[in-house]
């Protein structure tokens, strides 16, 4: 029998690790961009890994986790992110850094689904809380990094920290190891019949496609923010302390959704939050100067904060007896849009500037929204 406690702190240090890996490059794009001499179109080519990579654990931990059970490939995982942060540390040529960005974006992928589906499991009631207070761990793992790397920066330089998080994400395999989990569900593993029916549900899909544009707003403030900011002739320690300050509004408000706010229907706080993103969204990108940029980027994260975590409850309600690879579906249609968005992004700095980044922004925000309508109409 497992532990409820442990499983979910387990659950939680995963999530911490891949909010971690997920914030690194960006935080880290403006010393890529020195020590390897790219340009925007080749740090945009590095961002469009790192969703290629996650791409492949979201597909896969699905099917992995619904018959088999979480403990190998969360451990296996752990593995994999450990080494792609060790190789980040450690690379003096280019394709090692591209190599490494695709095994952390494969195993913090699996992780972040994983351990998603593992709390949605063992959560009774009110998933959607749960998985906000869950979640809030992400928004820690990303407030953590660039928050170290601006206040380590004359003492320690950004290998030497990637490195130190290669060996904690090292440690947490070993601990995933030794735990005892849930028994998988579907032992006899799902049949392609059931998989056809779930990839033509209208109410899964609808959440995809809202996923799709959350994750292509993620991706533009995680890994285009520092550079925008740069731009405006804000320092670059001003710069990573200002990503800081999106993640604290993430974290803030799903940790008030998950506590405070917890008996109020999931839908109207998703609603709210997209009226902050939108809010936000014209504040970064029309009104000048840091304390604009720190109320804007705040605002983002309150709007972005529970994206995630309603989609997850609300698909693992309706799939509960294959909520891995119903959450694997609808992360894997999201991870389209932060690649297509990280790519494009790329090509529209190198022909327009980093200016364009405002208008990207907006426009991801304003779809975004119409489909968070279109979901709960229709789910």
Not at 141 to 150: Q, S
Not at 208 to 228: D, H, K, P, R, V
Not at 286 to 302: D, E, S
């Amino acid at each position: 029998m497992y532990n409820r406690k442990l499983i979910f702190a387990s659950a939680c240090a995963g999530l911490f690790l891949f909010g971690v890996g997920a914030i690194t490059l960006g935080s880290i794009a403006p010393d890529l961009k020195t020590k390897f001499a790219l340009d925007e179109l080749g740090i945009g080519g590095l961002f469009s890994l790192f969703p290629v990579g996650i791409l492949v654990g979201s597909l896969s931990f699905g099917l992995i986790t619904d018959r088999f059970g979480y403990k190998l490939l969360l451990a296996v995982c752990s593995l994999l992110l450990a080494l792609g942060f060790a190789g980040v540390g450690l690379a003096t040529v280019i394709w090692v850094i591209q190599v490494c960005i695709l095994l952390i974006g494969v195993g913090g992928g699996a992780i972040n689904g994983a351990t998603s589906a593992l709390v949605a499991d063992i959560s009774e009631k009110n998933k959607a809380a749960s998985l906000a207070l869950f979640g809030v761990f992400f928004g820690l793992g990303a407030l953590a990094m660039p928050f170290i790397l601006g206040l380590l920066r004359d003492v320690a330089t950004f290998e030497d920290i990637v490195l130190a998080i290669a060996a904690l994400t090292f440690l947490l395999a070993l601990v995933y190891f030794s735990l005892q989990f849930p028994v998988a569900k579907h032992a006899e593993g799902i049949s392609l019949p059931q998989l056809g029916k779930m990839l033509k549900d209208p109410a899964l899909l609808l959440i995809g496609f809202f996923l799709f544009w959350q994750s292509a707003c993620e991706a533009l403030i995680n890994n285009w923010t520092t550079s925008y900011l740069i731009e405006q002739k804000i320092d670059v320690r001003w710069t990573l302390y200002a990503l800081t300050s999106y993640v604290a509004g993430l974290s803030l408000f799903r940790l008030l959704t998950g506590s405070l706010f917890r008996n109020i229907a999931s839908s109207r706080m998703l609603g709210i939050g997209m009226g902050l993103l939108i809010v936000g969204a014209l504040i970064l990108g029309w009104l000048p100067g840091l304390a604009w940029a720190f109320t804007g980027l705040i605002l983002v994260g309150f709007g972005l904060a529970l994206g995630f975590p309603v989609m997850f409850g609300l698909s693992s309600s309706l799939y509960s007896k294959t909520s891995g690879t119903a959450i694997g579906i609808i992360l894997a249609i999201s991870l389209i849009g932060n690649l297509l968005a990280n790519f494009l992004m790329g090509y529209m700095a190198q022909a327009w500037g980093i200016g364009v980044f405002s208008v990207a922004l907006l426009s991801a925000a304003l779809v975004q929204t119409v489909f968070c309508f279109l979901v709960f109409r229709k789910a």
